[in-house]
C-alpha cells in the first residue's frame, strides 16, 4: 500500500471513468495523517501535509479509472437559514462566542447538533433543522491553507 501525500484534485477537474469512496467525518477530514478503507475495500495511508484539510470531491489516487476520493460523511447537525442580517449576526456571535465549529453555505450555517446550542436558539427566537446531513462549506477560522482555499492540485498519479 503506497502512502498518499497529496491530493490529485477533484472530481470536477479530474472527470473519472468510476470512483472509490473514503468515507469521512468532518472531524476525520481535518487529520492529515490516517489509515483507512474505502467502500470497495482497498486500504489506504494517508499522511498529507500540516493543516490539509480534506474536502468532500477531493481525489486521493486513481487505480487505472478509478478515482479514489473523499466523501463527507453525513453527521448530526443543525442547520440555520437566517432570514435577515440581523439573524446572522446573532447566530454568528452566539456559536463564535461558545467556540462551536461551523461551515457556511451561501444560504445556510452549519454547526454540530447540540442541546445548549438548541436551547440558545429556542430563547432567541431563532429557526434551525436538524438533519443528518455532511458538515461541509467554508470553514469560519481564518487559517488560510492552500488547500482549502482554492489552488490547482498536483496531477501525478500514485
Given at each position: 500500500m503506497d502512502v498518499i501525500t497529496q491530493v490529485l484534485g477533484t472530481l470536477?477537474?479530474?472527470?473519472?471513468?468510476?470512483?472509490?469512496?473514503?468515507?469521512?467525518?468532518?472531524?476525520?477530514?481535518?487529520?492529515?495523517?490516517?489509515?483507512?478503507?474505502?467502500?470497495?475495500?482497498?486500504?489506504?495511508?494517508?499522511s498529507l501535509p500540516r493543516s490539509t484539510e480534506l474536502l468532500d470531491g477531493d481525489v486521493l489516487a486513481?487505480?487505472?479509472?478509478?478515482?479514489?476520493?473523499?466523501?463527507?460523511?453525513?453527521?448530526?447537525?443543525?442547520?440555520?437559514?437566517?432570514?435577515?442580517?440581523?439573524?446572522?449576526?446573532?447566530?454568528?456571535?452566539?456559536?463564535?462566542?461558545?467556540?462551536?465549529?461551523?461551515?457556511?453555505?451561501?444560504?445556510?450555517?452549519?454547526?454540530?447538533?447540540d442541546p445548549l446550542v438548541a436551547d440558545l436558539f429556542h430563547r432567541l427566537g431563532i429557526a434551525f433543522d436538524h438533519r443528518l446531513t455532511p458538515f461541509v462549506g467554508q470553514r469560519s477560522n481564518l487559517q488560510i491553507n492552500e488547500h482549502s482555499h482554492g489552488h490547482h492540485h498536483a496531477h501525478s498519479h500514485h
Amino acid at each position: 500500500m503506497d502512502v498518499i501525500t497529496q491530493v490529485l484534485g477533484t472530481l470536477a477537474e479530474i472527470q473519472p471513468g468510476s470512483t472509490d469512496s473514503l468515507v469521512l467525518t468532518s472531524e476525520e477530514r481535518l487529520s492529515p495523517h490516517m489509515v483507512g478503507c474505502t467502500t470497495n475495500g482497498r486500504q489506504l495511508r494517508i499522511s498529507l501535509p500540516r493543516s490539509t484539510e480534506l474536502l468532500d470531491g477531493d481525489v486521493l489516487a486513481m487505480d487505472g479509472e478509478v478515482a479514489i476520493v473523499v466523501a463527507a460523511a453525513p453527521e448530526d447537525v443543525f442547520v440555520i437559514s437566517p432570514e435577515s442580517h440581523l439573524a446572522w449576526g446573532m447566530v454568528g456571535f452566539n456559536l463564535g462566542n461558545l467556540h462551536r465549529p461551523v461551515r457556511f453555505t451561501h444560504t445556510t450555517i452549519l454547526t454540530p447538533a447540540d442541546p445548549l446550542v438548541a436551547d440558545l436558539f429556542h430563547r432567541l427566537g431563532i429557526a434551525f433543522d436538524h438533519r443528518l446531513t455532511p458538515f461541509v462549506g467554508q470553514r469560519s477560522n481564518l487559517q488560510i491553507n492552500e488547500h482549502s482555499h482554492g489552488h490547482h492540485h498536483a496531477h501525478s498519479h500514485h
